[in-house]
T-cell receptor
Framework: ETGVTQTPRHLVMGMTNKKSLKCEQH?????MYWYKQSAKKPLELMFV???????ENNSVPSRFSPECPNSSHLFLHLHTLQPEDSALYLC????????????FGSGTRLTVV | GEDVEQSLFLSVREGDSSVINCTYT??????LYWYKQEPGAGLQLLTY?????DMKQDQRLTVLLNKKDKHLSLRIADTQTGDSAIYFC?????????????FGTGTLLAVQP
């Protein structure tokens, strides 16, 4: 257990479904991140939140919608996804400025059918 | 933009030393990191090095930094089967803002018994 908890661990959804991924941390961090990890590709930074404010959106399609209600919780709302969106979605948190890097959750393995 | 490159695969025998290499492009990086990802898990921070250091040792791990060549390496002494995992190099990006990490593609380390 790293201190960053992601649920669910596995998710299978149809292309017309709507689902949400949840991330929670109680490390006192004030920055949270969503990454996408696909096979044979570098980790892709999707969204960055600092103090609940979105500070980065790396040209992510609108079918992915993040929400950060407070510094401890981060959601990724999914709708009308495509099969190529199947991947491991990783949440991470950190202090805004730190030498200690990020603390990652275990990820949600998403399969779109 | 920033780029971090790693070789994709390394195979070693148990008990040997492993050396995983990484090159990066952002000369203003403040910190550089090594993360480990075991199957089905998120990324775990192994170690980090400040950019004004040449070397850092932590038990079986030795990090070497050649800032002139923008080359980072991770040496694992006495490699064990439990070290089998994907290893990611990361740099702090965007002029040293340490809450923005750029990751490499990862190196799969396979340890043969």
């Amino acid at each position: 257990e790293t201190g960053v908890t992601q649920t669910p661990r596995h998710l299978v959804m149809g292309m017309t479904n709507k689902k949400s991924l949840k991330c929670e941390q109680h490390l006192g961090h004030n920055a949270m991140y969503w990454y996408k990890q696909s096979a044979k590709k570098p980790l892709e930074l999707m969204f960055v939140y600092n103090f609940k404010e979105q500070t980065e959106n790396n040209s992510v399609p609108s079918r992915f919608s993040p929400e950060c209600p407070n510094s401890s919780h981060l959601f990724l709302h999914l709708h009308t996804l495509q099969p190529e969106d199947s991947a491991l979605y990783l949440c991470a948190s950190s202090q805004e400025v730190t030498q200690y890097g990020y603390t990652f959750g275990s990820g949600t393995r998403l399969t779109v059918v | 933009g920033e780029d971090v490159e790693q070789s994709l695969f390394l195979s070693v025998r148990e008990g040997d030393s492993s050396v995983i290499n990484c090159t990066y492009t952002d000369s203003s990086s403040t910190y550089l990191y090594w993360y480990k990802q075991e199957p089905g898990a998120g990324l775990q921070l192994l170690t980090y090095i400040f950019s004004n250091m040449d070397m850092k040792q932590d038990q079986r791990l030795t990090v070497l930094l050649n800032k002139k060549d923008k080359h980072l390496s991770l040496r694992i002494a006495d490699t064990q089967t439990g070290d089998s995992a994907i290893y990611f190099c990361a740099e702090s990006g965007y002029g040293g803002a340490t809450n923005k990490l750029i990751f490499g593609t990862g190196t799969l380390l396979a340890v043969q018994p």
